[in-house]
């Protein structure tokens, strides 16, 4: 089910938009189990822009990508139901474009509600219309003055993840059937930037082990900002602790105790900022900063 979704199938998506809406969720609103495929209405995204659904590898180079969800109200966000596979989300961006350069700009947008899978979450995977090749990754990527009060996080507030699995069909000698053939494209090179920034984000329980505010699972942007962020935690439980880690050997390459980020996997040459962040625990005497 969806507020609004933006997405192309047969012909290129290099600008899109989603400005000054208002989507409110009817939680009553929901189907569990639909005819042909019983899982497909179980999940919820507020608004979603979905780039290159079908894969497609296009004959001529794309013009740079322009994507902009700004000053949007999303009310009422809550998970349909607790065995929704199919995710629950705030604003979802997904990027399966092969090479082409692109900025994403999630900016000044109120969210409120009782649940959800994720808030923001932002996903890349340019391996697979590349054809197994080596894609662009990430483009510059700005989530900033977006103000969050949403109670109940099942996996995490803001994610981003750059994936670089190639899946293809193959014929297996054995069974002479189709099957899946999964590899893993490992970035070379780095490419655009992740900024997230004075943005004000509230939650009560989370329920993932991972007690991120901002959790980005591996990228190869070259840059890397969490500036000027305030992250209020209302379930007396403290925001949980993470280092930055080399993608190569898994090395500490910068000391970030006091940010509570999760940010893994990264290319060696990452240049990664975060200051100025507020974290607070609903309980006297644990701020963090």
Do not use: C
């Not at 409110?24 to 608004?47: F, W």
């Not at 103000?147 to 996080?153: A, F, G, Q, R, T």
Request: proline fraction near 3%; charge should be neutral.
């Amino acid at each position: 089910m969806n507020g609004i979704e933006v997405y192309n199938r047969a012909n290129p998506m290099t600008d899109v938009i989603i400005r000054n809406n208002k989507v409110t969720q009817d939680p009553n609103s929901k189907l569990e189990n639909d005819d042909d495929d019983p899982a497909r209405y179980r999940g919820y995204t507020a608004i979603s822009i979905l780039t290159n659904e079908k894969n497609h590898k296009w004959t001529k180079p794309l013009d740079k990508g322009r994507y902009v969800i700004s000053n949007n109200t999303i009310e009422g966000l809550t998970k349909p139901f607790e065995n929704g596979q199919l995710g629950t989300f705030g604003i979802l961006f997904r990027n399966n474009e092969s090479s082409n350069d692109y900025s994403l700009n999630i900016e000044g947008n109120t969210i409120t509600g009782d649940s959800t899978d994720y808030i923001i979450s932002v996903n890349n995977n340019t391996a697979q219309a590349s054809r197994g090749v080596e894609g662009g990754g990430s483009g510059d990527i700005t989530i900033s003055r977006n103000k969050i009060e949403v109670d109940d996080i099942k996996q995490l507030p803001i994610y981003i993840n750059d994936d670089t699995t190639y899946v293809a069909s193959v014929i297996d000698r054995t069974t002479g059937k189709r099957v899946n053939k999964v590899t893993k494209v490992p970035f070379t090179k780095t490419r655009g930037s992740i900024n997230i920034d004075n943005n004000e984000l509230t939650v009560s329980k989370i329920k993932s082990r991972w007690k991120n505010a901002v959790a980005i699972e591996s990228t190869n942007a070259a840059t890397i900002d969490v500036n000027s962020n305030t992250f209020k935690y209302k379930d007396n439980e403290p925001w949980q602790r993470y280092d930055i880690t080399r993608k190569t050997d898994g090395a500490v390459i910068k000391d970030l105790m006091q940010a509570f980020f999760g940010i893994n996997r990264l290319n060696d040459t990452v240049k990664v900022t975060a200051t100025d962040n507020k974290f607070i625990a609903d309980t006297p005497n644990k701020w963090f900063l």
